[in-house]
């Protein structure tokens, strides 16, 4: 079956919860950020958390929060007096820019905002989002809030085929092919940045990251599972087995909606 704008705004509400869950929408974050996806049945619509709410926090997003909006970010639904979010230009024109992408997530990760200021390049410590820090990740060297048109198009741009792309001093914007992928590549993301703190704090700016060929090693090992054919473990285990973490907690924040 392919979703339509209903299931679309129940995983949408789901993954806002999944980033309070994990998070990286909790304490003084709480409000801020916003995870959106794009309608399978109509993918010139996307489905993102709006703004306005009398309690306006990730962890309390329900299916019917949830804002419909078209490719230049216009509100076509959602509730009254509510609007999209105030930076919906940043999944708009990512939306409009990748078709490949349909799931983006921004919001304002403390290790990763420290290390933007610093203009450190956050690099591999760690399998966990190892993907995300394989190549550097782009820089968009604003703190401003992204409200135009032309603002958005410089993130989408910058963002270019990157799996992500760092606000200086403000957060971090994640896209991938699914509003789940989207949301555990930031939290992967967030992973490496304190990782990569920790070592700074703990061995000075010299820190060594993991060897690009031991990435490499690992990557091949997971993308090519001839593992999977070892006489110990054939036909007991299947590569489905890796949503372990989305699964858990999408689970967990889901039960109430
Ligand atoms: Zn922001």
Redesign the pocket.
Known sequence: MVWGIEESKRETAIANRVLAEVGLATGALAA??HASMRVPSDPDKFVVKGRGYPIDALSRMRPDDMVVCDLDGNKLDGPANIGQCF?VKIHSTIYKSHPEVNGVV?V?PRYTVMLSVQQARIVPMCPEGVQMVRNPLPLYNHMR?ISTEEEGMEVANTMAASPGILLRG??AVTAAASVDQAVMNMLGLEEQAKMNWYARCAFGPDYQGIPDELVDDMIDFLVNPTWLELPHLKGNLSTNQVNGVWNHYSELVSRDI
């Open positions: 801020l950020g930076e921004h304002h809030m403000h957060g």
